[in-house]
């Protein structure tokens, strides 16, 4: 498996930015797609955005689409989530999911993945 750590998670007024990354222990090509996933409280976990590791190939929630964008760098084995025009209701834990060794049949979906990052907390307040 590999090992996820995001970071840049923090508060921001409703307009603002943000840039999320996810740092990965390996980055090869056993890391088919990685995945961003979000959970409010007391709401179910939310698909984000995902990236298709060797081809690039990216893929939005309509609730974020024009807003946010998902890129990787694969030297440092990391990838980000950018995220503009931010509004309140995308508070919530943001958590980096990677799929390892398996194919992918849905971005969208959490059972997709083989690996977790712990998240990092965004609040935007109004």
């Known amino acids: 498996q590999v090992q996820l750590v995001e970071s840049g998670g923090g508060s921001v007024q409703a307009g603002g930015s943000l840039r999320l990354s996810c740092a990965a222990s390996r980055y090869d090509s056993s890391v088919n797609c990685m995945g961003w996933f979000r959970q409010a409280p007391g709401k179910e976990r939310e698909w984000v955005a995902s990236?298709?590791?060797?081809?690039?190939?990216?893929y939005y929630a309509d609730s974020v689409k024009g807003r946010f964008t998902t890129s990787q760098d694969n030297a440092k084995k990391t990838m980000y989530l950018q995220m503009t025009s931010l509004k309140p209701e995308a508070t919530a834990m943001y958590s980096c999911?990677?799929?390892?060794?398996?194919?992918?049949?849905?971005?969208?979906?959490?059972?997709?993945?083989?690996?977790w990052g712990q998240g990092t907390q965004v609040t935007v307040s109004s």
């Open positions: 999911a990677a799929a390892v060794g398996v194919v992918v049949g849905s971005p969208r979906n959490p059972a997709s993945y083989t690996s």
């Open positions: 990236i298709y590791t060797v081809y690039g190939s990216t």
